[in-house]
Every structure is written in C-alpha cells, then in structure tokens.
C-alpha cells in the first residue's frame, strides 16, 4: 500500500469522515444505503484500506448533507494546523538528539543533578564462571 495511506494527513481526514456520519447519527450500514455502497466499502474507506476518488468523496459528503468546499477548507485548515506544529517541534527535537550523540560519541553523559556533560560510567566487567 502507499504511504500516504497511513500517515497523519490520512488520518485526520478519515477521523473528519467518520465523525461526520456519526454527528449524522448514521452507521455505517445507513450510509452506505444512502450511497448505494457496501457496509464493507464503507468500513475499508474509513479505516485507511481503500481510498475515496474526488467524485466519491463528493457523493459521500452530498449525502451527509455536507458542503464538498466547506469540507475541503476545513480539512485544509486542519493538515495547515498539523504542518505547523510538526514544523515547531522539529527543530528542538533535533537539537536534542544530535548534542545527545554528540555527548555519546565523546564517551560523557549528563549529571541528572548539575546537567553539566561528565565521563559516562564504564559498563562493569564481566565475571567468567567458576
């Protein structure tokens, strides 16, 4: 399967999906009456295992009584909102992580008391069986 089936912007727009037809008060099974689908096709689009094209999407949203441009900028606001804190939480993290190799590769750790960089402590030897 492809990637982007399984990342977060597939999720937020198959978690937007399913809570439409719940706020309807629909199941699955209404929905699918509604668009004269399997409850199985219903059930694969909204766990990821098979993707909607453009015009089914727009079936899908018509007879949850959704408007398809209103549904689109939502989404769009949401991912948008997604990016931007992906975005904001990256660069820390990387920081992070490479003066953390960094101190690793120099054989120190941190002091949890005074977080100032000292020798990491050398793993005890082994004892041979007597």
């Keep these: 399967m492809s990637k982007a089936l399984h990342s977060r912007h597939n999720k ?3 978690d937007k999906l399913r809570k439409l037809r719940e706020s309807r008060r629909l199941r699955q099974a209404d929905l699918c009456k509604l668009l004269g689908r399997s409850q199985g096709w219903v059930s694969y689009v909204e766990s990821g295992q098979t993707t909607l094209h453009i ?14 441009l ?18 904001r939480a990256k660069p820390s993290h990387r920081l992070a992580r490479s003066a953390l190799s960094q101190l690793v590769q120099a054989g120190l750790s941190m002091d949890p008391v005074s977080a100032v960089p000292v020798p990491a402590a050398k793993p005890a030897k082994r004892q041979g069986r007597r």
């Design 12 to 14: 937020i727009f198959l």
């Design 70 to 87: 209103e549904f689109l900028n939502e989404l769009d606001a949401d991912l948008r909102l997604l990016e931007a804190m992906r975005l």
């Design 55 to 68: 015009i089914e999407l727009r079936q899908w949203l018509a007879a949850l009584g959704v408007e398809f």
